[in-house]
Every structure is written in structure tokens, then in C-alpha cells.
């Protein structure tokens, strides 16, 4: 299995408690965003797998990402931060997507219906 996701301390039950107070489950898709004027960054996304994507299981949680993403991004280390007014997931990727060394900041995008959602 290739090594794709790390949690820091505590971002496994952020991600559990985020998803507990949405009322949602499924795979937690990594994947590369595009923030506009920007470089592309990393995201999160409850979505469904698909055929291709590769898998990795950690703390309970299931996380997705296609072989061209990992290519880009390579292992993403996600941790959580709750202090001074913010909160939220921070991804850092072993290759940087961006100029800013692999960083992005993000929340964890919910879709109504992942079943029902398109391929992008």
C-alpha cells in the first residue's frame, strides 16, 4: 500500500466530529483545488471512490485521491487547528503544489448527495 495520508494529533476526530455535526459519511477525497487567481491547492471533499482512485484507511476514516493527484501532491499530512479565532484542516503535501511549499488550507466541502455527484 503506498503511503498516502498522515493525520497529526487530533485531526482524526476533528474530521469524525465535522462530519458527525454535518450528518454525513463517506470517502474523504484529497484533491487539488483551484483558488482563483492563485497556484492550485490541496482540499478535502465527502465524495465517492471511484474505480482508479487509490485508498488508504487511517484512524477509521477513508481517504481517497486519484493516481494523479498523489503524482502531483505525493503523501499529504493533514492537521487541525483551533486557536486565536481559527479554525480548520491544514493539508502539506511531501511536493509542493504551489508556491507555498505544499500548504493549503481548507474545510471539508459536503455534497448532498455524493452518490449522485459528477466526475469533474
Known amino acids: 500500500m503506498i503511503p498516502m495520508v498522515q493525520l497529526a494529533p487530533g485531526a482524526g476526530q476533528a474530521i469524525k466530529s465535522f462530519l458527525a455535526e454535518q450528518g454525513c459519511s463517506g470517502p ?12 492550485a491547492s490541496l ?3 465527502v465524495d465517492r471512490m ?6 488508504q484507511e487511517v484512524d477509521g476514516l477513508q481517504f481517497v485521491m486519484s493516481p494523479e493527484t498523489y503524482g502531483l501532491a505525493g503523501e499529504v499530512t493533514i492537521s487541525f487547528v483551533d486557536e486565536k479565532g481559527k479554525k480548520g484542516f491544514v ?3 511531501s511536493k ?4 507555498w511549499d505544499g500548504f493549503g488550507v481548507c474545510s471539508i466541502r459536503i ?4 452518490e449522485e455527484k459528477t466526475d469533474r
Do not use: K, M, Y
Open 28 to 39: 474523504i477525497r484529497i484533491e487539488l483545488c483551484s483558488t482563483g487567481c492563485c497556484d
Open 43 to 45: 482540499g478535502l471533499s
Open 50 to 55: 471511484r474505480e482508479s482512485d487509490l485508498i
Open 91 to 93: 493539508l502539506t503535501s
Open 96 to 99: 509542493p503544489v504551489s508556491e
Open 111 to 114: 455534497f448532498p448527495d455524493a
